[in-house]
């Protein structure tokens, strides 16, 4: 064996290995007999196409691998398809500003085809490139199945989706208060705003009463609106306005008449002047009041931000400017009562940036109550679990609102809405109603259906086929030139990619999938919707199970992101501490906590380059280092696979080491079963460093018998499988290299815990011998003893040590080792608590108390003398603003450091002080 683990040039072997043979395919690919076997299938979270993938996609899809190989391993028929997302909104950006910024280009100067060609380009760029991570990272998709959700088999999919809710009329087209992005002249979700505290202003002026008798003060922060306004609302039991409710006031600068209204759900007559503008096409809640009054919707926005023609002499000014004018022309009229300082919360567009606009604007809708209710069901009778077990709530919390969802975006770059408006009638002679010839030309056509919108328009939906503008005859029909939401073909992503609407074998074979792993934020955008549309389509859940993974935050509890410079490339850790390294850090994070913290400090390349990186991720590599020597120290004492008959071990060690594994066993296996994949990381990880290296190695020295060959090859084969899953590159190389006439470790059975060969009493007494020899090993190293020196020690104890006794002399040290109940402290000793009992260590002979004392003083004084000079440096802000982050941090670990120094010496003096 190597000296040392080569990550790059095994990672690079087992990847072309396990691509040649196939191995990530289902085995019914290749036995139809497997097709018997139970399934596990997942679909992967489709990454945007829109740059590469960061350390949360590596997180969710370690989780994922993890669950894929443990269930082949299992014996499942298991499959995991692979796929991107075309993200519409998310990824026309991001290539109209590369379109900017390179050729100082709008996507209007190119043009629909053209933009949409250049995206297409940039699609086929990064996808290879998101691909290409994945494969990395050791993701076992079957590859050759891999989707987007713009191929032709999703978009048949959406096609078929779309027909069936428009013909049962669930899709409806109307005019509704939308989010409005002004830099994309797009629609956008409530879930794709962020908002931001900002500094602006109250303004509150008079709003003057028609018949000149007086005005009602109001106060606004959107000055601007004004001009939208149609009404003003007061609550109706204040005494201050009762007078005015009936009556009618002017709009400044238009002169247009508006009534005061009675309100008690908009208005709270304890804030501010207690009266409020009402302007129904641009604000959410005045949108309802305006539904509640039947209050006209005037609409005073261009679809850039800009005012339009309703806004009069402030047509053509948008924001700030067009704030600041009205606010001017406020005050020359003198209707200007008082500005004041106000914070407030403004939405911005998640991907231009750009402030948010409620817009009253014709859009297409899903009607939701009917089919949030059944998605709610399938979540309250359990048929779709969640873990944890409270993010059900945040589904249910969200379908219960039932509001309709738009699902029309002004883009060009999507899944085009299959719609026809019937623009004019064609008609030579007659006078034919539309209805009339939509009935004569789609007369008993299946694939066609239309209905009149609530404007009156007439529109045509067809399931397969793109319609001629000039097809039939007597109409005109104009393509609607809206795309879908990306989340409405995201929604139908795990029928889609097994073939729906065709009744494909996968679909029969793998559908339901087992478990959706995702994360927390796209619960309502993405797990409710594809519960939705799984149950409309196929008349069943899309998934059993949800798994929401942790969501991965900086040391300082901050999100990782571009602007903050926090962010960590997958690929930097997997070029630097291995896929295996990152693997291990990723599932270890994953606790109940959900928010994962992760430390970055900066580090320099040899190549120049500046990367973040984490210390966390040397635990990874230094497991696979730790693992890969103790495979190198055995490899000359490893028995060939089979049957190595462990279960007639004699000798109380290899008992309770047997013992031990198999507890492991059972424990992983009941981690998988609960989702608990930190629980997972803990459990192996403790077993292969402490238990099997440090503890099981070092009682055997080397006197490693014949029977302890044996039992050292079985654990290590074990291990291997049961490590397979979140470190399959090093477990597969050294799967290779001790046991070569094996089956790869991929292909293995995973390994049952034989319930006969655990033996809860011995491990307990493991438990006692280590925790006694840790104490005396802690007084050594507290009082500087060479571990060459013999001492000896006593242990009050109501445990039986006889069987162990020399165990616990050799690894300690000791010349005697003395145990029993309630046995007395023997004079100038160290002492120390364990479980049921107390440790004593006599020191006399051993130790000079007053050296001892004075060299502990000494070291106080040394390390809190260094303490004081790292504080002043820290405490200097020029230093910890201009310093590098790693000068920073090692001045924190070296203050750390004589902290801990300082500490354990004043321990060690406290207890000189208590000897008698």
Known sequence: METRYNHKEIESKWLKNWDEQKNFKPASDANATAKEQEHFSIVIPPPNVTGALHLGHALNNTIQDILIRYNRKLGKNALWIPGTDHAGIATQAVVEKRLFQDEKKTRHDLGREELVKRIWKWK????????????????????????????????????????????????YRGKRLVNWDTHLHTAVADDEIYHE????????????????????????TRPETILGDTAVAVHPEDERYKKFIGKTLLVP??????????????????????????????????????????????????????????????????????RAAVVEGLEKSGLLLKVEDHEMQVGKSDRSKTIIEPYLSDQWFVKMDKLAERAMQAVENGEVKFTPARYAKNYLNWLGEKRDWCISRQLWWGHQIPIWHVEKLRVESGELRVEEILKKCFLNRSDIHFYQAENGDWLVCSLEKDLREDEFEGLNLIRDPDVLDTWFSSALWPHSTMGWPGETEDLKDFYPTSVLVTARDIISLW????????????????????????TILDGLGRRMS???????????????????????????????????????????????????????????????????????????????????????????????????????????????????????AAVIYHFVWDDLCSRYLEIKKGEISKESSALLSHSLYTVLDLLHPIMPFITEELNSILFPNSQRVILRQWPKANENLIDAEIEKQFEDIFAIVEVIRSVRGRYSIAPSQKITAVASTSANLENCKNMIKDLSGLSDFEFGENLPKPAFSASAVIAGGEVFVPLEGILNEETEIARLNKEVEKAESFIISLNKKLSNENFVKNAPAAVIDGERQKLATQQDIVEKSKAALKELAAFP
């Not at 494969?135 to 713009?150: A, E, V």
């Not at 509150?204 to 005005?215: E, Q, R, V």
């Not at 919707?529 to 942790?550: A, C, H, T, W």
Request: some cysteine; aromatic content about 12%; overall charge neutral.
């Open 527 to 550: 797990v409710a919707r594809m519960v939705i549309f799984s149950q409309e389509n196929l008349g069943k859940i899309p998934f059993d199970n949800v798994y929401i993974n942790p």
């Open 562 to 680: 571009k602007s903050l410079g926090n962010g960590v490339d997958p690929l930097d850790i997997i070029e630097k501490y291995g896929a295996d390294a990152l693997r291990f850090v990723m599932c270890s994070m994953c606790t109940e906590n959900q928010e994962a913290r992760l430390p970055v400090k900066k580090e320099i390349l040899e190549d120049g380059r500046e990367i973040n990186v984490s210390e966390k991720f040397e635990i990874g590599r230094n497991f696979g280092n730790k693992l890969w020597n103790a495979a190198r120290f055995l490899s000359s004492y490893i028995v060939g696979s089979g049957e190595w008959g462990v279960g007639s071990c004699a000798k109380l060690e290899d008992r309770w080491v047997l013992s031990r594994l198999n507890t492991v066993v059972r424990q992983i296996q009941n981690a998988f079963e609960n989702y608990r994949f930190s629980e997972y």
């Open 197 to 220: 505290t900002v500094k602006g202003h109250f303004w509150t002026f008079k709003y003057p009463l028609a018949d000149g008798s007086g005005y009602i003060p109001v106060a606004t």
């Open 124 to 171: 086929d760029e990064y996808e290879a490139r998101i691909t290409s991570q994945l494969k990395l990272l050791g993701s076992s998709c079957d590859w050759d199945r891999q989707r987007f959700t713009l191929d032709p088999i999703c978009a048949k999919a959406v096609r078929y989706a779309f027909f069936n809710l428009f013909k049962k009329g669930f899709i």
């Open 253 to 322: 600068f238009v002169n247009r008449e508006i009534p005061v209204i009675a309100d008690a759900i908009l208005v709270d007559r304890e804030f501010g002047t207690g009266s409020v503008k009402v302007t129904p096409a641009h604000d959410p809640n005045d949108y309802a009041t305006g539904l509640r009054h039947n209050l006209p919707m005037l609409n005073i926005l261009n679809e850039d931000g800009s005012l339009n023609e309703n806004a009069g002499e402030f047509k053509g000014l948008k924001g700030e400017k067009a």
